[in-house]
């Protein structure tokens, strides 16, 4: 059974992600080309058996609901704080030995040993391609029904739990492309072996990288500095270096092809829909006078485009949706990530909360951070700034006031620039060339920690 994809190509890989929230998701994306297209979720696939759904989907709709309940004064901060503390990530230093597996670990063993996933594994075992997973549960079904193919685990935060290592990781045959050099370093700690530990960076698309000397990314990262840096502070500081990474020809450009664009985008669990709202009621009259075009993703929740859709007309913005204000309906989860990643291409800052897309700085996308929604958000928040990529936001209600501050002042320019120098764009190339067996011609990463 050779598997090929819609576009013809035959699948050098099985990619498998879990449809909960965006994260796991946004990565398998971008590894599309590994599997022909086609991408495989865990949790929901033809043929899963009614049990391993109804396992799924109770965990999926107890995660949204604790994350939409946070919100709440007492009783939602209590919830939240409880399902953090079962998926807490430990403090890093001092440095010991923290293979020992925690609660949640041992639940998830509990209901593997009771056959979780195994009609998953029978079924990709028919065809052994390697098997790679942007969730660890389908990486331990994989290690525990003896998967015949090779077991990848992609990372998908900069900082991961105990929970995304099986419970006796020195026996295990699970390799992990991990996000950055902390998870390298954190899945030593948690008792994986060194030699199954790849430092790749997080799989960004391909279609905003463009190849191994990255010239898409370099196209669309000019455009966005001369949006970022109008009264040209940054470029003057900067110049030469500039030269040298993008090349003369870029650097003559003076204009941008597309308006400022800002794009905030909504997770999953559509957890902090109502800043959203916040943030076009301070930009209004930025939007009015064709100063800043928004986008806003509220995924392919179509209560969450109506709620936005709705808000722009009560706001007083009417007029201006469709160009200056666009709020886009998706049909499926793989029309969202096409639409999102086609929407980058012209968006020149990022504002969310620091999920996965925290690694997005590396497109030299300037990121405003929202709150972050649990402790992996927290550490993503803590190596966004630690890298310059990103900042965390200001009052959102006057945004229309610090925000163009600081785009005066060269200060999101400079982080479009450091998230594209310091964080890796390449993932998704590298982890092919891991997987594949092949050598890379991408530049290995430094280990930041």
């Given at each position: 059974m050779v598997k090929h994809s819609h576009n013809g190509g035959a699948a050098r890989a099985w990619v498998v992600d879990v449809n909960m929230g965006y994260g796991h998701s946004r990565a398998a994306f971008a590894l599309k080309d590994l599997s022909g297209g086609n991408i495989l979720s865990a949790n929901d696939y033809a043929g899963i058996p009614a049990e391993d759904r109804s396992r799924w989907q109770e965990s999926r709709k107890l995660y949204e609901f604790i994350s939409r309940m946070k919100p709440l004064p007492v009783v939602g901060k209590f919830l939240f704080e409880t399902m953090d503390h079962w998926q807490e990530i430990p403090l890093f230093y001092p440095r010991r030995d923290l293979s020992k597996p925690n609660i949640q670990l041992r639940q998830i063993f509990h209901m593997i040993h009771r056959g979780f996933g195994r009609h998953l594994i029978d079924k990709l075992s028919h065809n052994p391609l390697p098997l790679v997973t942007t969730f660890f549960i389908p990486a331990f079904f994989a290690d525990y029904y003896d998967y015949p193919g090779d077991i990848?685990?992609?990372?998908?935060?900069?900082?991961?739990?105990?929970?995304?290592?099986?419970?006796?990781?020195?026996?295990?045959?699970?390799?992990?492309?991990?996000?950055?050099?902390?998870?390298?370093?954190?899945?030593?700690?948690?008792?994986?072996?060194?030699?199954?530990?790849?430092?790749?960076?997080?799989?960004?698309?391909?279609?905003?990288?463009?190849?191994?000397?990255?010239?898409?990314?370099?196209?669309?990262?000019?455009?966005?500095?001369?949006?970022?840096?109008?009264?040209?502070?940054?470029?003057?500081?900067?110049?030469?270096?500039?030269?040298?990474?993008?090349?003369?020809?870029?650097?003559?450009?003076?204009?941008?092809?597309?308006?400022?664009?800002?794009?905030?985008?909504?997770?999953?669990?559509?957890?902090?829909?109502?800043?959203?709202?916040?943030?076009?009621?301070?930009?209004?009259?930025?939007?009015?006078?064709?100063?800043?075009?928004?986008?806003?993703?509220?995924?392919?929740?179509?209560?969450a485009v109506s709620y936005y859709r709705d808000a722009v007309k009560e706001v007083g913005l009417k007029k201006e949706l469709g160009e200056w204000i666009c709020v886009p309906e998706h049909a499926s989860r793989a029309d969202y990530f096409s639409d999102f990643t086609e929407t980058l291409k012209t968006t020149d800052m990022l504002w969310t909360k620091p999920s996965e897309l925290s690694f997005y700085c590396g497109l030299g996308i300037g990121i405003v951070m929202a709150p972050p929604i649990g402790s992996q958000e927290e550490f993503n928040r803590v190596w966004l700034t630690y890298v310059g990529g990103g900042v965390s936001q200001n009052d959102p209600r006057y945004a229309s006031e610090w925000l163009f501050d600081w785009i005066a002042s060269g200060g999101v320019a400079r982080m479009a620039w450091n998230g594209y120098i310091e964080a890796p764009t390449h993932g998704a190339y590298r982890i092919e060339d891991v997987v594949l067996g092949r050598p890379s011609e991408i530049q290995p990463l430094p280990l930041i920690v």
């Open positions: 990848w685990c992609v990372t998908t935060d900069a900082d991961i739990s105990r929970a995304w290592a099986p419970l006796d990781p020195k026996q295990s045959r699970i390799k992990y492309l991990a996000s950055n050099g902390r998870v390298v370093e954190r899945l030593k700690l948690y008792g994986v072996r060194a030699d199954h530990i790849f430092l790749t960076g997080f799989p960004l698309p391909k279609e905003l990288v463009g190849g191994s000397e990255g010239e898409i990314l370099k196209d669309l990262l000019t455009e966005r500095l001369c949006n970022l840096d109008p009264n040209g502070i940054f470029h003057e500081r900067y110049q030469r270096t500039l030269q040298t990474e993008l090349g003369p020809a870029r650097c003559k450009r003076a204009t941008s092809a597309h308006p400022l664009t800002l794009t905030y985008s909504v997770g999953g669990a559509g957890a902090q829909r109502a800043l959203g709202v916040k943030i076009l009621k301070s930009l209004k009259s930025r939007i009015a006078r064709h100063e800043l075009r928004v986008n806003l993703m509220a995924g392919y929740r179509r209560d």
